[in-house]
């Protein structure tokens, strides 16, 4: 906290931008901070887990079989005596994954495409996108999302491109991955879309588009140069509060079976296995280890998505 | 309250629409479900004339549209199709009583969000600017974060494994100890996003001019909280009524069958695992149903409790 009354004047300093200020803003925050440290932690050992991990997520000793934490394998071994401390960093690769894949897919190019697009070109382009929204709205999330996944899933699963491209990218279990965040992005993308939708609505009638327009500017220079930029606050924060969202769904999807699927390790299997009573009577570990990592993440994710409404939306609060 | 009939018949005439789309998109789906039903439902016994026969009796050899056009016409006649598990039964006659068993839980859950929610919400509010309010907020914030994945394991662990507090898992209506945990567990999530709201609006409420003409007036500190600020600061609450709704519904399908509770939260987690698509499906329909008459209701509810509110030509659906 900056002491009151010691006020900079740094003329010296060129202007800073809108992100620059809002980057300062977010960083005062402690709260904010200490959100993103953990977040970022988290997507660190998930990028490299091949790295951080000191086993492999399959490596099994079955002499050392449900053990509580020790040096050799801080948070412990499951069942079959994995390590859970590379679990718990395998399984969080697949959150990044999903979660990166998801907001790409469905929150940039859906959401944001599509809230653009009706908006702008209004018409029968915009009550076409927003009444299939209407519908998409409708289907609940959570049971739409599981049939699709246990339906379609493994159609998608056996498809040779996508194994393709497993095997080029070397990322295990890809074909799971585009399972999980296709299905999130098609049921994501209706709420961003709306809220985007309508401010390009009223960005549309003020006088500088009406200006670019005036002086001959291609819709493309309006979109990227005017109405892109205008929103972009609101896309920041639709994303940062909706990725808890869409980390715990896969994590409940793959919990119930029909999302990620084993050996790929997510945190939705490690729960089910840790959450039944002979485990939780004997090896309660096996619970709280991927279960405090979650719990901590979702509330990161919370914390900073609030503290980025207070910092890029004042007005709303 | 002008417009309102218009608007109220509007909505009326698309929910049709929109129930049509979403069942003709959720039996679409069914439909490309891997394995057949019919072979599944032979078992062992297979020969490729019987199975003919099963499947010709069945309308499954008919084009897709034509076995959706059969689907709607039985839907029309209360049958939402037979269960795989439990055979000859329709899923109608199955589903009902597990759907009275989760009303009275979801029923439950509710009062505690909103008799936890609103109160935390209101005294939030009125400590603004002191330690309570980020504390009491950021502590409602982590329940919201936590899981019911993790949250109902957790429970089980502490109060029945460590303090034989509660019995682990069944159901006897709502006055039984064991409706204690399933109902914490699914309302939990909820409580943050009720005391937000109620912090919020009670802060604009607390600015208005009437609050400030109620305390120079001499009233008690008490009367003016509860007379003028609270009662109109709940109004905009009727609105999340919905999304509350949605919480419960996703966290009972995994409070329920983590708890042995007989509702269709874990009769659809059950039928996930069995590929009981026709019982999937039609509690997506189901869901969906409810969730359309509910928002048209609140939406209603909301222009009578308060006047000010009209729906001319905003949205629909």
Known sequence: ?317 | MQGLLPYVVRRLLWAPVILLAVSFIAFTITRFGPGDPVRVAMGQYSDPAALERVRHEEGLDKPLLQQYGIYLKNLAQGHLGESFTYRNRDVAEVIFPKIWVSARLGLVAMLIVFAIGVPLGVFAALKQGTWSDPFSIGILLFFQSVPVVVSVPLMLLVFVLKLHWLPAAGWGGVFDSRIVMPALAISLPGIAVVARLTRATTLSVLREDYVRTARAKGLREFTVVTRHVVRNSLLPLVTIIGISLATLVEGAFFAEYLLGVPGIGQFAVKSVQGRDYNVILALVLILTTTFIIANIIIDIAYTIIDPRVRYERQRLG
């Open chain 1, 1 to 317: 906290m900056a002491v009151a009354g010691e006020v900079e004047f740094d003329s010296e300093r060129p202007s800073r931008g809108p992100l620059a200020l809002a980057t300062r803003r977010l960083l005062r925050k402690k709260i904010a901070v200490a959100a993103l440290v953990f977040i970022g932690a988290f997507y660190f050992c998930g990028l490299f887990a091949p790295v951080v991990a000191p086993h492999s997520y399959t490596a099994q000793n079955l002499d050392t079989v449900n053990q509580g934490p020790s040096l050799s394998h801080p948070f412990g071994t499951d069942s079959l005596g994995r390590d859970m401390l590379s679990r718990v960093i395998w399984a969080s690769r697949t959150t990044v994954v999903v979660t990166v894949a998801t907001l790409l897919t469905g929150g940039l190019v859906l959401a944001v495409g599509l809230g653009l697009l009706a908006g702008y070109a209004g018409g029968k382009v915009d009550t076409a996108i927003m009444r299939v929204g209407d519908v998409f709205f409708a289907l609940p999330g959570l049971p739409m999302l599981i049939m699709v996944n246990a339906t379609l899933g493994a159609r998608i699963r056996g498809m040779g491109w996508l194994v393709a491209i497993e095997k080029a990218l070397r990322i295990e279990g890809f074909p799971d991955y585009v399972v999980v965040f296709g299905a999130l992005s098609l049921f994501a993308w209706v709420g961003g879309a709306r809220v985007i939708r309508s401010q390009v609505l009223a960005l549309r009638e003020t006088e500088y588009v009406t200006a670019a327009r005036a002086m001959g500017a291609s819709t493309w220079r309006i979109i990227s140069r005017h109405l892109l930029p205008n929103v972009s606050n609101i896309v920041i924060v639709g994303l940062s509060t909706s990725l808890g969202a869409i980390a715990g769904t896969e994590i409940a999807l793959s919990w119930l079976g029909v999302g990620v699927q084993p050996p790929t390790p997510s945190f939705g299997p490690m729960l089910f296995e840790g959450g039944s009573i002979r485990t939780l009577q004997a090896n309660p570990h096996l619970l709280l280890v991927p279960g405090v990592i979650v719990a901590g993440l979702m509330f990161s994710f919370n914390l900073l998505g609030d503290a980025l409404t207070d910092v890029l939306t004042p007005h709303a609060r």
